[in-house]
């Protein structure tokens, strides 16, 4: 089953304008979510650890069940980065239903590339493969996510005018 959901431009009337209005409000929440994520991401780790620090709480947490702190650590942060990417992925093929899958998960692994790379010039941040990979896996999972309520919402209606 191809991750290509069917455009529903064939929908009568109201369909087709809800489509663009919510093609088009992904669109705009693109913008916020990029500052966000860059604000995370790209600032001193002094300053993104006020948010950030939640993973290091849970690691705590997690320890007084016996689970090593690094372990948990690693696992949450892995966690977090998939979080993060997940709105990415689900933005994009909303905003841009013709897009292919493989575009849209490139284009997550290309953000979160030159998201690491910058980090290597900012001396309090870490840049490391596992961000890319978890990030990009964020970014697929938004996009399965999306498009699967897409198709659902399609024969939805599809069974809704057939009656």
Excluded: K
Aim: proline letters at 7%; a positive charge; hydrophobic letters at 55%.
């Amino acid at each position: 089953m191809p991750l290509v959901s069917p455009p529903m431009t064939d929908a009568p009337g109201p369909s087709r304008a809800v489509t663009r209005r919510l093609a088009l409000t992904a669109r705009i929440l693109l913008a916020p979510y990029a500052i966000v994520v860059l604000l995370l991401t790209w600032l001193p780790a002094e300053e993104a650890g006020t948010v950030t620090g939640v993973v290091a709480v849970l690691a705590r947490l997690v320890a007084t069940w016996g689970v090593p702190v690094d372990a948990a650590y690693a696992v949450f942060e892995f966690s977090a980065n998939i979080a993060l990417f997940t709105p990415l992925g689900a933005l994009l093929a909303v905003g841009w239903r013709r897009m292919p899958a493989w575009a849209i998960v490139a284009t997550g692994c290309a953000a979160s590339t030159v998201i690491e790379l910058v980090q290597l010039a900012i001396p309090s941040r870490f840049s490391t493969l596992s961000d890319v990979i978890a990030n990009t896996l964020g970014t697929a999972v938004g996009l399965v996510i999306a498009r699967a309520i897409l198709r659902a919402v399609s024969c939805g209606r599809a069974a809704d005018s057939g009656s």
